[in-house]
Nanobody
Framework: VQLQASGGGLVQAGGSLRLSCAAS????????TGWFRQAPGREREGVSI????????YYIDSVKGRFTIARDNAKNTVLLQMNSLKPEDTAVYYC????????????????WGQGTLVTVSS
């Protein structure tokens, strides 16, 4: 069972990146999947979450209207499209999956990817 996060990089403010979370060893579509981020000196926070089967999505206020989470079940992947990036979006981004009925906190998640660094320059 493995999650592989990718797609991070260095981008200027106002630019875009697309993060990908690919699962192996299990069907990601059956699990709520979240993107979390952690900046230096700060706690890990939930950025965006999609329920199993994609019926519900959640975004923290600071990314609403800029980020979009979606499933690509054919590729067993969850994507996070990030537009209009800001320097405050700079962090290591992690994807995680859980089959818990409660899935808004990092502690609710069982499977974690390794993280991908997003750096937004001003």
């Amino acid at each position: 069972v493995q999650l592989q996060a990718s797609g991070g990089g260095l981008v200027q403010a106002g630019g875009s990146l697309r993060l990908s979370c690919a699962a192996s060893g299990f069907t990601l579509g059956y699990y709520a999947t979240g993107w979390f981020r952690q900046a230096p000196g700060r706690e890990r926070e939930g950025v965006s979450i999609i329920s199993s089967r994609g019926g519900s999505t959640y975004y923290i206020d600071s990314v609403k209207g800029r980020f979009t989470i979606a499933r690509d079940n054919a590729k067993n992947t969850v994507l996070l499209q990030m537009n209009s990036l800001k320097p405050e979006d700079t962090a290591v981004y992690y994807c995680a999956a859980t089959n818990s009925v409660v899935y808004y906190r990092p502690s609710d998640y069982v499977y974690w990817g390794q993280g991908t660094l997003v750096t937004v320059s001003s």
